[in-house]
């Protein structure tokens, strides 16, 4: 081989290349565009439900309608919020030149994915910060069980110290919301007492709330159940919805497709 004969290399692209196919900017993007959709969808969301709830009863939504439409919504907002943070992940992410078609589809796919899971994974974070509502959640029980023992000592002149005894015999229930028979009979007594009903008027009042405390009780773990299976669902769908929108997401990227309003623009 003569001084003046070179050597050519050819290197096609993807060949001895060791870099991954995941392109953390993208998928941080969507990610980040999904949990700010969500956030203000249920921002908006609990404005209309507070405009249609009332804490008087018998006025506003009945709390089974309320519970059954914020379920919905949750649904609709996770599944749109991540096809939006999917679709804008395959997008933004570069063209994988010399890829086949069905590479190139399950690298977008993927993004989509990686973007679901890392939306759910700051949804999670953010209600780990929100952990605090366990106390006013335990304050609004506290308080609830007050609200109770007032109604239950109703008709009487009720001292501070009788409320907060019968506020802690209503508080003292059974897993099923039923109250102990010591309990029945001491509120009952001092129910009667302090009111000067007859004792069995004062046992049917005991008797009626801890028949509510059960419906309430029951009726919370149907909707707590149905919440859970309805958020699991939604998850997967939205999972599916963000890995076919960041395949469509790279179909237009490769293509070249403008969106609408630059299209109309231009």
């Known amino acids: 081989m003569s001084a003046t004969d070179t050597v050519g290399v050819v290197v096609t692209d993807g060949e001895g290349e060791t ?3 995941m392109e953390w900017g993208a998928v941080f993007a969507g990610a ?3 949990a700010a959709i969500s956030l203000v969808l249920f921002t908006f969301g609990g404005g209309v439900g507070l405009s249609i709830s009332s804490p008087f009863p018998g006025e506003g939504a009945e709390a089974d309608t309320l519970s059954y439409i914020t379920m919905a919504w949750v649904l609709v907002v996770m599944i749109f919020s991540f096809i939006a943070g999917g679709y804008m992940a395959g997008r933004l992410r570069r063209p994988s030149i ?3 078609e069905d590479a190139v589809e399950f690298r977008d796919g993927a993004h989509g994915l990686v973007v679901w899971a890392a939306g759910l994974l700051i949804g999670a974070t953010l209600s780990a910060h929100m952990a605090t509502g366990a106390a006013s959640i335990g304050a609004s029980a506290v308080g609830s069980a007050a609200g109770d023992a007032a ?6 002149e009720a001292e501070a110290g009788d409320r907060e005894t019968v506020q802690s015999i209503l508080s003292d229930v059974n897993e099923d919301g039923e109250l102990s028979a010591s309990g029945r009979e001491a509120a009952a007594e001092l129910i009667a007492e302090t009111t000067g009903l007859s004792e ?4 049917a009042r005991v008797d009626e709330w801890e028949t509510q405390s059960r419906e309430a009780a029951a009726t919370a773990r149907t909707v707590g159940a149905i919440t859970a299976f309805l958020l699991a669902a939604s998850a997967l769908v939205a999972a599916a919805g963000a890995y ?6 790279g179909r237009h990227r490769d293509a070249n497709s403008p969106f609408p309003w630059t299209r109309a623009r231009s």
């Open 19 to 21: 870099h991954s196919y």
């Open 151 to 156: 109604i239950m000592l109703r008709g009487g």
């Open 200 to 203: 069995t008027e004062a046992r």
């Open 98 to 100: 010399g890829a086949t």
């Open 244 to 249: 076919f929108a960041a395949g469509m997401g």
């Open 32 to 34: 980040f565009v999904a």
